[in-house]
């Protein structure tokens, strides 16, 4: 581009630092190649860029500029056409169902498992009611546990401690075991 600019004769009347006018200008873009209309690159001029000076005249380097920054704009808008925005708007789309469907799967498979500290609870409560109901059991039942071993009924409460402190001893036994559990999902 320099090169046409400085093939231009000084002795023509032409200034090679400005273009004598918007239309000689506006006509050397479309020589260049750049597609711009007329109303477009007027209401550019209008707005300051490129600066249209005081005696009509416009810079060159400004309108060399002005050609660039359309060159940008041009390939931006062929880069991401509205196509473009709808695929990434459909694909965002696509990605958020399918996380949602993985969060549901998430859920579903958590709903099946029991956590380990709801686990130990509810076996810690199932011990202790069946401790409590085997020595509620044993005190209401020690005079018949007196009267089929053959003894003496006035010391059924003797023969009552020394199975509560038998059974006490093995709840705490098992209440010491290692419990080793392989939990797997139910066939529905």
Excluded at 149 to 177: M, P, T
Aim: charged share 30%; aromatic share 8%; net charge negative.
């Amino acid at each position: 581009m320099q090169e046409n600019i400085q093939s231009i004769p000084a002795e023509a009347g032409i200034n090679l630092e400005r273009f004598v006018n918007r239309k000689q200008a506006l006509d050397w873009l479309k020589a260049q190649g750049y597609k711009v209309s007329q109303g477009k690159f007027y209401q550019d001029c209008a707005a300051g860029f490129p600066a249209v000076r005081k005696d009509g005249t416009v810079s060159r380097y400004q309108v060399m500029q002005y050609g660039q920054q359309l060159d940008i704009e041009t390939r931006a808008a062929s880069i991401f056409t509205p196509e473009d925005e709808h695929s990434a708007r459909k694909e965002k789309a696509e990605a958020e169902i399918a996380e949602m469907k993985a969060e549901r799967m998430r859920r579903e498979e958590d709903r099946l498992w029991l956590h380990a500290d709801d686990a130990w609870a509810s076996m810690a409560a199932v011990v202790g009611t069946l401790r409590d109901a085997i020595r509620h059991r044993l005190y209401t039942g020690q005079q018949e546990i007196v009267h089929l071993a053959g003894g003496d009924h006035g010391r059924s409460q003797e023969v009552f401690e020394a199975i509560d402190n038998l059974v006490s001893q093995a709840f705490n036994e098992a209440a010491g075991a290692e419990i080793n559990v392989t939990f797997e999902k139910e066939q529905q």
